[in-house]
């Protein structure tokens, strides 16, 4: 069965950088799309990104010069990194398996979510 | 972006009943359109890709329609289970987009 578990700081300061793990099991990274979502305070949910079978990136205009998705394929792992946070940046993290088959692509496997406030 | 409006925000509603729950789109999405359910531990999994495909393992009380820029999920017998959150998305231009929720509630 396909697992992924988020992981990384639940605090993170303002201006400073915010870093997570993505780990996934029982499928391999080198394979599909690994993406990353967020749900604000308030239920907004925001794609912010993914990282292809290849390693190629793809990203949400809104976060463009400040998130870069990068993978260990070794551990089966993907990072998200988002640079200069403020406190808007204030979310929950989900990582997930982006499936493209045909016609259809969806977020079929979802992490549990990671809480991530962004305080002084 | 393609906005998602999606409607309603909460809703109130006892066992055994049926709900539907719609989403409206700035623009046509051709059927590119995913419903989810968050459940209130947080987890999230998929129930209908593609308008009106059941994704393996949820329930057939669960039905997705709709064409062009409106789109709904129908519940036709709520259950326990079914009170969360539920979102749709579109996946016909990037970036995708999801609408804001609909919180289904016991009345």
């Known amino acids: 069965e396909v697992q992924l578990q988020e992981s990384g700081p639940g605090l993170v300061k303002p201006s400073q950088s915010l870093s997570l793990t993505c780990s996934v099991t029982g499928y391999s990274i080198t394979s599909n799309y690994w993406g990353w979502i967020r749900k604000f305070p308030g239920n907004k949910m925001e794609w912010m990104g993914y990282?292809?079978?290849?390693?190629?990136?793809s990203y949400n205009p809104s976060l463009k010069s400040r998130i870069s998705i990068t993978r260990d394929t070794s551990k089966n792992q993907f990072f998200l990194q988002l640079n200069s946070v403020t406190t808007e940046d204030t979310a929950t993290y989900y990582c997930?398996?982006?499936?493209?088959?045909?016609?259809?692509?969806?977020?079929?496997?979802w992490g549990q979510g990671v809480m991530v406030t962004v305080s002084s | 972006d393609i906005q998602m409006t999606q409607t309603p925000s909460s809703m109130p509603a006892s066992l055994g009943e049926r709900v539907t729950i719609s989403c409206r789109a700035s623009q046509g999405i051709s059927n590119y359109l995913n419903w989810y359910q968050q459940k209130p531990d947080g987890t999230i999994k998929p129930l209908i890709y593609?308008?009106?495909n059941l994704q393996s393992g949820v329930p057939s009380r669960f039905s997705g329609s709709g064409s062009g820029t409106d789109y709904s999920l129908t519940i036709s017998s709520l259950e326990p289970e079914d009170f969360a959150m539920y979102y749709c998305?579109?996946?016909?231009?990037?970036?995708?987009?999801f609408g804001a929720g609909t919180k289904l509630e016991l009345k």
């Open positions: 990282i292809s079978y290849s390693g190629s990136t």
């Open positions: 998305q579109q996946y016909d231009s990037s970036p995708n987009t």
């Open positions: 593609y308008t009106s």
């Open positions: 997930a398996r982006y499936s493209h088959i045909l016609w259809v692509s969806l977020f079929d496997y």
